[in-house]
């Protein structure tokens, strides 16, 4: 016995052939809330430039993904350069917060106080100096004052809390702390309060052109 609908085609009311787009626009709205996205004003890192920083990736509802990267301080990026033109090839890092005091340094870096170098401008003889001091030390024996923001600034090319060992807009005669001797590898400031870079004394030195090591 045959169906009594056998042979008639059923009418489906136009409005169901809209559902299905309807649901796959539901479905993708519903994968985006999902979907990480990047913080404000960062992108992810696409190995193309050599300095890079860490950001990270979050969900909408806050929670860590995995770790991106961008580029750094134009500044930072001008310090590598730099030192890279002098024969110091290093990776300048930015690190997520400040390093503007040796201790704050040293926490970020996860190193000994002593091994962050401190470049500090002092006024000797009425001529800039630059000094490198262990992180650990204080500048006691030199007939010097300590320069002015504005001087050290005006000296350097970089404001205090970011001046780097060497790369300044002109060259200073720099005297470096002998107690720096004590560690094979120093962390040192790259332009900015959060830019760093850690190298080796003996390349540091190598890298000064007008440098003398002793008690400062």
């Known amino acids: 016995m045959s169906h009594p609908n056998a042979g008639v085609r059923a009418r489906i009311p136009s409005r ?4 299905e787009p309807r649901k796959s626009l539901n ?3 519903a994968s985006n809330r999902h979907r ?3 913080e404000k004003g960062r992108r992810p890192f696409d190995g193309s430039h050599p300095l890079t920083r860490g950001a990270r990736l979050t969900s909408q509802a806050g929670t860590p993904r995995r770790v991106v990267f961008e580029a750094v301080h134009p500044t930072a990026a001008k310090v ?3 030192l890279a033109a002098r024969g110091l090839e290093v990776q300048v890092q930015v690190l997520p917060t400040s390093t503007r005091t040796a201790v704050e340094a040293a926490s970020a870096c996860g190193c000994e106080v002593g091994q962050i170098v401190k470049s500090l401008v002092f006024v000797l003889e009425g001529r800039a100096t630059m000094v490198l001091c262990a992180g650990d030390r204080r500048v006691t024996l030199l007939d ?3 320069a002015k923001a504005d001087e050290a600034r005006r000296a350097t090319g970089f404001a205090i809390g970011g001046i780097p060992p060497l790369g300044h807009d002109s060259d200073l005669p720099t005297i470096v702390d002998e107690s720096l001797r004590r560690f094979d590898r120093v962390w040192c400031a ?3 309060p959060q830019a760093v870079f850690e190298t080796s004394l003996d ?4 890298a000064l052109t007008d440098a003398v090591v002793g008690p400062v």
């Open 144 to 146: 010097a004052r300590p």
């Open 190 to 192: 790259a332009g900015t």
């Open 80 to 82: 590598q350069d730099r």
């Open 203 to 206: 390349d540091l030195l190598a």
């Open 16 to 19: 169901f052939s809209e559902l």
């Open 27 to 29: 479905r993708t709205a």
């Open 36 to 38: 990480p996205r990047l």
